[in-house]
């Protein structure tokens, strides 16, 4: 099956740069015995309280600058596996993966626990965000576990992570309707993916 043909995602274009900036510090981590579970780890702890604690108490700029630092650890741990004599794991890949899933979820329920308890519409669509955000890597573990490639979709968990902080900070800030606005493009993004990732899994399936 061929792959379908993407326009760069924001992480793709930006990947060379970032990773020229981090390796030295990367190599600096790998020198002193410093391993990338162990980044991987202290990141989602970091991640997990900071979204817990801010944003129930609608510290929503706060919350986003402290998540955002932790968060940079998925940068890290890959560049010290890359660089280390040892290389990437399985299951350094498993727990990056599963953590990855935590802290996204964790994330997105401390963020509409406040519209959740104002009764606010916008609750529909965090939760809607939430749901879609665990299917699609959930359709393409599976997929995988047959054999079909599907990577596709129209935004990568990197892009997603981007536009729910941005629109939080910002929310934070006092910006007017820019937290609807964010849910609405991740509900939208999510929704597409997932029936993009269901459609490749329905055409690979029965093509043997």
């Known amino acids: ?9 924001i992480s793709s274009v930006l990947k060379p740069g970032v990773t020229r900036l981090i390796n030295p510090v990367a ?3 790998v020198k002193i015995g410093i391993t990338p579970n162990a980044i991987t780890i202290a990141g989602a702890v970091g991640v997990v309280v900071s979204a817990s604690y801010f944003y129930p108490q609608e510290k929503f700029f706060w919350g986003t600058i402290a998540i955002s630092f932790f968060a940079l650890s998925d940068l890290f741990d890959g560049a010290i596996a890359r660089i280390s004599q040892k290389g990437a794991s399985k299951w350094g890949g498993f727990l990056d993966s599963t953590i990855d899933r935590v802290t996204d979820s964790v994330i997105l329920i401390a963020l509409v626990l406040p519209f959740i308890e104002a009764k606010d519409p916008i609750s529909y669509l965090g939760i809607l965000t939430l749901i879609t955000g665990i299917l699609i890597p959930y359709i393409r573990a599976k997929a995988e576990s047959f054999g079909i490639e599907c990577s596709v ?7 997603r992570l981007i536009i729910i902080l941005v629109a939080a900070g910002l929310h934070g800030l006092g910006i007017p309707f820019v937290i609807a606005i964010g849910f609405w493009i991740l509900s939208i993004l999510g929704v597409i993916t997932v029936f993009q990732r269901i459609f490749v899994v329905y055409k ?3 093509k043997r």
């Open 1 to 9: 099956m061929g792959k379908p043909t993407m326009v760069p995602m």
């Open 27 to 29: 190599k600096w981590a």
């Open 204 to 206: 690979g399936l029965h």
């Open 153 to 159: 979709g129209i935004a990568e968990r990197t892009e």
